[in-house]
């Protein structure tokens, strides 16, 4: 039941979001990624999969969705050519605070109900969980790996 629960909320989530913010094109994790690029602006690909728990396809895909439809520009890292450094454009920027606006709105609603120390105990909960999650599935990755390696 709890991977029920889990994927869920997650799944739910998305579809509030895809329908709350199909008038500026936003569909799937794009919203997350614009949101994390507004308090992040300037990064790599790959600290926007390690901040969003999505894998670097999904990521790729969805940075060239949102750069087609002019929410990011991608330009080569001078540093490291094999990099590129995603920021929002000034029009990535003017949506910022509608999808923000529309996820706020889904965290009180889907939180209504819970007292504030329930909230508070959820949210430091959760993020204990995701990080546990994580640890796991980077150490069996990493084992597998090393068993790969020694056969």
Do not use: C
Not at 24 to 38: C, F, K, N, P, T
Not at 41 to 58: C, F, H, P, Y
């Amino acid at each position: 039941m709890f991977l029920k629960n889990v994927a869920a909320i997650s799944r739910y989530g998305y579809i509030y979001a895809h329908r709350n913010l199909k008038n500026i094109d936003i569909a799937g994790s794009e919203h997350s990624i614009v949101i994390y690029l507004s308090r992040h602006d300037g990064v790599n690909q790959e600290s926007i999969s390690e901040a969003l728990m999505l894998d670097k396809g999904t990521i790729a895909k969805n940075l060239a969705q949102l750069e087609e439809k002019n929410f990011i520009t991608r330009v080569v890292n001078q540093e490291n050519r094999r990099e590129k450094i995603i920021s929002l454009t000034e029009y990535g920027k003017s949506v910022v605070n509608v999808v923000l606006s529309v996820s706020e709105k889904w965290e009180n609603d889907v939180l209504n109900g819970l007292t504030p120390q329930e909230k508070d105990d959820f949210h430091r909960l959760s993020e204990k969980i995701a990080y546990n999650a994580k640890m796991i599935a980077d150490n069996n990755g990493q084992e597998r790996e090393n068993e790969r390696k020694s056969n």
